[in-house]
């Protein structure tokens, strides 16, 4: 295998006479440290959502149709961004740093990217760090030929698996978990790729939906528990893999249904064949997503999430009244619940905060604005809907705590009487193993205070979180159960290995961004 540099911004890999098989990756990616560090993030206050995927198969504009589905499914990474296509013979990657719209802001990148099969990936790191060499998809060329790949989710037992391929002679280009998915698939013996990828998860456990695109297939697979979403959607005669519907919509294609838990779908010149891993498990579906994480135009586990989040409002209503005269919300995510809320309780919902939707990640405000900056810059209230108004403020989830004390001393300030919060979901008291990307259980407020002692902290006059029975209530449930651990500590599939955020980033196990170079950081052979 032979690296061929054409210049800075186009590297591809070619193989000698010998290899086999044949074909090129051909990489367009710009590589620019400095990118990397303004897109660090900040302390959370809001549990940060896991990834976005798409694949599309069989378009003419396969890689344009991923662009918009990444736009639309910009909530679910930030990070980084990235498309792989495929003409049939070689795979062409371009990935960067930031926001969908920043990292292909140049339309001739889609001259560089031909073909009517692609992957995309919108990057929000649960393992690894926000580094270019991190941002997905990857690809490789392995022994069965070339490959990319787009992961949503968290490996619970990753960091041994990596060990002992490392320890075998692996070499590890990135920090994220995700390559170990490679890794595995290329010492695989199996005949074809579901083979391959049923030998790769007897090893690799965890929470996942995966893309994966070969020279001329589309893959779609998803864990045994169906943690993450995935749904197939069909535009003409293309194929659509996305992780919400919301895509589809942006698209005009047809929602078909979803990949279920433990399937391997994969897409070729004859169509859609479906395979299962495996290992058989409960169906454990994130309830996360239908709280906070997902669109609220959305369908995802066959539900409208809209409708999911109405039902969560009412349910808190009939769970704990408050003696008010408007309900407000805090936008966005917390719309449809706090309309569920004003309809059971009857009282009036009035739009109370406007938030700012223009801001940008690397915002940088003078010290002396004080600490509240973020929030002053992100929300503005409405003084004269809020003046003298005894307040319900619905808001769908409280991490740490320190946004809302923030938020209600700025209602205070615009004149509201009394601000009584209600929460559409439960305390979040543990952290979460299976792609949401929480504090430690120390920093999770509910963890360490009561409700009586949050709410003084919060400084209103009466705070109430939806039970876990509300929860519960607020879902269908014909498909099967939910994973409710970051309310209950209870873990449908215990962690085997606790790993930080950016263990992988330590000295063993971290690329030094400052001393490799460009040439390095491009995709190997495996």
């Not at 599309?56 to 679910?76: D, G, M």
């Not at 959305?298 to 999430?305: G, M």
């Not at 769908?396 to 009487?417: C, E, F, N, Q, Y």
């Not at 263990?503 to 030094?512: A, I």
Request: with cysteine.
């Amino acid at each position: 295998m032979r690296i061929v540099v054409l210049d800075m911004n186009h590297t591809f890999f070619q193989p000698e006479e010998s290899s086999q098989p044949e074909g090129q990756i051909i990489d367009s990616t710009s590589f620019h440290s400095a990118v990397e560090s303004s897109c660090a993030s900040a302390p959370i206050d809001k549990p940060r959502s896991n990834c976005a995927i798409v694949g599309v198969y069989a378009h003419p504009e396969a890689a344009k149709l991923v662009y918009s589905s990444l736009y639309a499914l910009q909530h679910r990474g930030q990070e980084s961004s990235g498309i792989v296509s495929s003409d049939g013979q070689n795979l062409f990657r371009h990935v960067g740093m930031g926001l969908v719209t920043n990292v292909f802001a140049d339309a001739a990148i889609f001259d560089k990217l031909p073909g009517n099969l692609a992957i995309g990936h919108n990057r929000y790191s649960t393992t690894g760090s926000t580094v270019l060499h991190n941002a997905q998809p990857f690809v490789v060329s392995a022994k069965h030929g070339l490959m990319a790949v787009s992961h949503n989710g968290n490996f619970i037992n990753s960091r041994s698996l990596r060990k002992k391929l490392e320890d075998e002679g692996s070499i590890f280009q990135t920090t994220s978990d995700t390559e170990t998915i490679l890794h595995l698939m290329a010492k695989s013996p199996a005949p074809d790729i579901a083979g391959r990828l049923k030998d790769t998860f007897r090893q690799l456990k965890g929470a996942y939906s995966l893309v994966i695109l070969t020279r001329s297939k589309l893959i779609a697979v998803r864990d045994p528990r169906g943690w993450r979403p995935l749904n197939i959607g069909r535009k003409n005669q293309a194929w659509i893999i996305a992780s919400e519907t919301c895509a589809f919509d942006l698209l005009e294609a047809e929602y078909v249904r979803e990949v279920e838990p433990g399937e391997i779908i994969v897409i070729d010149q004859n169509g859609l064949h479906s395979d299962f891993l495996e290992e058989k498990a409960e169906r454990a579906a994130c309830i996360f997503e239908l709280v906070y994480f997902s669109r609220p135009d959305s369908k995802i586990f066959d539900e409208n999430v809209d409708r999911a989040r109405r039902r969560l409002g009412k349910n808190l209503a009939n769970e704990h009244p408050a003696q008010a005269d408007i309900v407000i919300s805090v936008p966005d995510s917390s719309n449809t619940a706090a309309l569920g809320y004003a309809r059971n309780s009857g009282i009036k919902f009035e739009i109370g905060l406007i938030r700012n939707h223009y801001i940008g990640r690397t915002f940088i405000h003078p010290d002396q604005i004080g600490r509240d900056a973020n929030v002053r810059i992100k929300f503005n209230p409405v003084k004269g809907v809020l003046n003298g108004k005894r307040i319900v403020l619905v808001e769908d989830s409280i991490v740490r705590g320190t946004t809302l004390k923030h938020l209600v001393r700025m209602l205070r300030k615009a004149g509201a009487k009394e601000v009584h919060v209600r929460v559409s979901s439960p305390p979040i008291i543990s952290p979460c193993y299976y792609g949401m990307d929480f504090p430690t259980k120390d920093e999770l407020i509910a963890n360490n205070k009561s409700i009586e002692e949050i709410k003084n902290y919060l400084e209103v006059d009466s705070l109430e979180y939806l039970s876990v029975e509300g929860l519960l209530k607020s879902v269908p449930h014909e498909k099967g159960g939910y994973c409710t651990a970051c309310f209950t500590g209870r873990y449908p599939l215990p962690p085997e290995e606790v790993m930080r955020k950016f263990e992988q980033d330590s000295n063993n196990g971290h690329l030094d961004e400052a001393s490799v170079n460009d040439e390095q950081k491009t995709p190997v052979a495996i």
